[in-house]
């Protein structure tokens, strides 16, 4: 998929309301965006799709909201206030910021592009390596030796490398005097460790079992690019498996396998992903690996899945003062209790809205469709049914002769099973048109026959075909179509 498809779909995300700058009329805040009615209800069915496949489908999986905000210790804990920052240089001319790993990547990509493949591996080991030691003279010195300069300015009057924090901070409490600094959570993973003990107990969860979360994340991402991609404020689903000390390889390589199945079952095609092993570990993992979607720009991180050790709980526990650990009744081959023990934990982690701009990127299509002789074309986003904003358009022919009231009356029986849009202006052919760019993928057509013999077309989004049923077969016909267990199952 080339960079001008990638524009075809942002802009088509606009168009249609799934996704609008966020306030826009005061041109729009950098890296923050909107979902419009159509992305709010596509944003929702993902997110379902994500809840019912690790909750609904395991029984050892228990869901939670915690808030966003917490307590500042919690940061100090999870090692976000040391440690969760990006390698930041400035060009000293144009005064633009930028990441120090972003400007080399992108210069790799160019030897790349040039056929200059060995410069392009050799610069990704030295790369690789100055993350790994966390080495920010080595930084500065890459790029210095591979000439970059700044886009802005052209310049290669630079700055040092520098560590720049990615939390945002705010303030509660009402007197500015009694302010205590808190932080917006960068990501939802510590809600569920801080809560670890409530849900063990109250749930009487037995090991190994995980906990899981969606909610917003904030960071103060320096260089935001490829529209959703990269957001200020975005979701994340997650979830904490917690498991006996010394098999989480065991549990590592299940949940890689499970993740990666449940991507493929979305049917954008097995092509479309890749694991990528992590070279540079984060401050909380003994493994780690992305699975990474073909998006238009290549192949990038979607979901992240971490062999986050005893790392978090253990950190709790010292900086609260609390015991967080469990203790396990069960029998080892010596016949003796496991007993107390901090659990291990394997992460996964996926970014909802990368999920979102992927589905959008695999689905969007450009057909030719009509005759030789009557050429014409459509958009349409060939969204898995159960995925769709919505699932039906029911469309009276005429505005008149009775034929509204008919199906409104159809709109009324479906609508409490599904989310249907209804539509009476303009021709036919511009409705299914409208329908099929945002992905709806049944269209029901009230006629003047509907009058005699209570009959509908049903029109399918991906072929265009239509079938003339009976009024009272629709949602048999709906549910054999529209189902979770396509999914699931
Ligand atoms: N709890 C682990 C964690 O937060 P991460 O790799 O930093 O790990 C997990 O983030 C996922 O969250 C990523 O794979 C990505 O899909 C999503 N994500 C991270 N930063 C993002 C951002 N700035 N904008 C959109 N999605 C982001």
Redesign the pocket.
Known sequence: MSDELFKKVVSHAKEYGFVFPSSEIYDGLG?VYDYGQNGAELKNNLRQYWWKAMVQMHENVVGIDAAIFMHPKTWKASGHIDGFSDPMIDNKDSKKRYRADNLLEDKIARYQKDGKTNKAEELQVALDQALLDNNLVQLKSLIELHEIACPISGTRNWTDVRQFNLMFSTEMGAMAEDADKIYLR????QGIFVNFLNVQKTGRMKIPFGIAQTGK?F?N?II?RQF?????E???M?MQFFIRPGTQKEWYEHWKTARMKWHHKLGFGENMYRFHNHVKL?HYADAAV?IEFNFPFGFK????I?SRTDFDLRNHQEYSGKKIQYFDAELDENGKAYGNYIPYVI?T???????FLATLCACYREEEIGTENNKDSRVVLNLPPILAPYKVAILPLMKKDGLPDVAREIMQELKLEYNCFYEEKDAIGKRYRRQDAIGTPYCITIDHQTLEDKTVTIRYRDTMQQERIAISRLKEILASEISWARLLA
Do not use: K, Y
């Open positions: 890296a960068p990501e939802t993973a994340a960071r991402e935001a959703i991609m990269r957001m200020r975005f979701e994340q997650e984060a992305d991180e979607m979901e992240g971490h992460e982690s996926i970014g909802l809205d990368r999920l």
